[in-house]
């Protein structure tokens, strides 16, 4: 009898499917939205099962490991293939939010004014039925933009990702079809072991494309060509990567697209900063199963601090790291594993960065367009 803990559920059109011969589902940082992907091949005669999976793109679907709900979405991809000897089925099934992706904003584009971010971002995606928040209290996310315009051709999530990087904000599935905005890691879990819970790693680290100091310049609009104050600017410095000592230190000057204030600006500059750092380390490590020790799914863990120790891996034999991505996979050849994807521990930023000239906030009222579509 199959372990109920290595058993991965479909649910579509009132069936249940559970006899898959590869599972891969993932949540990532770099994804931004959850998907699965299952495939089915026989080698004989169609069975019940086989004659019966007739899924196809825009059925809605659940997705469910070990027992517990981790997708729910819609089939997005069926590829089937035959010759005289088997059958194959590949499905693919991507979150309710998959929506915002290549959906753009309406005809006649919006104009937001004195509206926080979670407030846009709640008007602009739920229209399609995607919810969106703000988790964690990041710094600065509470500031309200004196006045934001979408563009033409602009998809929705094009949109409230140029405004995240004002606010030093990143976007990832919530697992149930919504988008959270965040900042940094999220709790903590036990370490991973070499010899004791590492089946196989990975782990690049690099300095290449490090930058020591950054600096964004823009303007805002000002009464006059001569008005100072539309002129904003900000810096940030990042330290030596991994101790690295005698290094010339290197800039980056960018421009800061849409500045309104100094503090947005500072956001600006911190998310730049915050990038460089994500791309300084890069691992995956798997483990056995799709369980921890505690009983809960790695798919939970996304956002989490890990601390890895391995000799064999690392300079220092440990490092901490933040897990930005899980797959839980299965199939013949390795049985039920799970990815455990890494970045630098402060690659997303820590969630409390200081900012310039924050001002005084006020609630903003609920999120509404100027446009005359949105009237």
């Not at 004659?51 to 793109?57: F, G, M, R, S, Y």
């Not at 036990?190 to 303007?219: W, Y």
């Amino acid at each position: 009898m199959p372990n109920p803990q290595e058993i991965c559920v479909v649910t579509a059109l009132g069936q249940r499917y559970d006899t898959w011969e590869t599972v891969e589902v993932h949540r990532s940082t770099d994804d931004i939205i959850d998907h699965a992907m299952l495939t089915v091949a026989e080698i004989t005669s169609p069975s019940a099962m086989w004659a019966a999976l007739k899924l196809k793109p825009g059925d809605p679907a659940q997705v469910s490991l070990a027992g517990r709900k981790v997708l729910d979405g819609k089939v997005y991809l069926r590829q089937a293939a035959i010759d005289p000897n088997s059958h194959a089925v590949q499905i693919g099934i991507a979150s309710n939010a998959q929506t915002i992706i290549p959906t753009t904003v309406e005809s006649k584009p919006g104009t937001y004014k004195k509206q926080t971010i979670e407030s846009i971002g709640k008007a602009v995606f739920g229209k399609y039925g995607v919810a969106f928040k703000v988790v964690g209290n990041p710094t600065g996310a509470i500031l309200p933009f004196p006045r934001v315009s979408e563009r033409v051709g602009e998809t929705c999530f094009s949109f409230i990702e140029r405004l995240s990087r004002l606010r030093n904000l990143y976007m990832i599935d919530d697992g149930q079809g919504g988008i959270e905005a965040y900042r940094g890691p999220q709790g903590t879990t036990a370490p991973l072991q070499e010899g004791r819970n590492i089946l196989r790693a990975r782990i690049l680290l690099r300095n290449d494309e490090h930058l020591e100091n950054l600096q964004g310049v823009g303007q805002t609009s000002g009464e006059s060509s001569a008005d100072a104050s539309r002129d904003v600017s900000a810096q940030t410095t990042i330290p030596p990567v991994f101790g690295a000592t005698g290094m010339v230190p290197r800039l980056m000057k960018f421009i800061v697209e849409d500045a309104t204030d100094k503090s947005s600006a500072q956001m600006r500059v911190n998310h730049e900063a915050n990038v460089v750092t994500y791309n300084d380390v890069d691992g995956a490590v798997t483990v056995p199963g799709w369980l921890r020790e505690d009983g809960s799914l790695w798919f939970e863990h996304v956002r989490h601090l890990v601390v890895v120790n391995s000799p064999s891996l690392l300079p220092g034999d440990t490092m901490q790291f933040m897990i930005k991505g899980v797959i839980h996979r299965q199939n013949t050849a390795d049985g039920t594993t799970t990815d455990v994807l890494l970045c630098r521990d402060d690659g997303k930023g820590s969630g409390k960065e200081p900012l310039i000239d924050q001002g005084p906030y006020q609630e903003a009222p609920e999120a509404k367009s100027e446009s005359s579509d949105h009237e």
